[in-house]
């Protein structure tokens, strides 16, 4: 099982980053995946998710109207579009992927927001 994160960086603020997740080694299109963030001394948090097919979403209220997620089974990828992005989103961002008790998570990208 792989979940590879890309698309962090050094960003503005004001600015927008897109992650993306390749999943592999699983049946991609049967799991909800969902994005956290971790930053220094903080719990990781959950920022947004989505489900199997895509028609459902949820995000952090720090995320709404600013982040949108997601997901192409095709593709095996799930995606997070961050626009706006201020200071405190700075973190590392980390894709998950969930079915009932089973979680794997993928290795974080950095997003770090500063001017």
């Known amino acids: 099982v792989q979940l590879v994160e890309s698309g962090g960086g050094l960003v503005q603020p004001g600015g927008s980053l897109r992650l993306s997740c390749a999943a592999s080694?699983?049946?991609?299109?049967?799991?909800?995946m969902n994005w956290y963030r971790q930053a220094p001394g903080k719990e990781r948090e959950l920022v947004a998710g989505i489900s199997i097919a895509g028609g459902t979403t949820n995000y952090a209220d720090s995320a709404k109207g600013r982040f949108t997620i997601s997901r192409d089974n095709a593709k095996a990828t799930v995606y997070l579009q961050m626009n706006s992005l201020k200071p405190e989103d700075t973190a590392v961002y980390y894709c998950?992927?969930?079915?009932?008790?089973?979680?794997?998570w993928g290795q974080g990208t950095q997003v770090t927001v500063s001017s």
């Open positions: 998950n992927a969930r079915r009932a008790w089973v979680n794997y």
């Open positions: 080694g699983f049946t991609f299109s049967s799991y909800a």
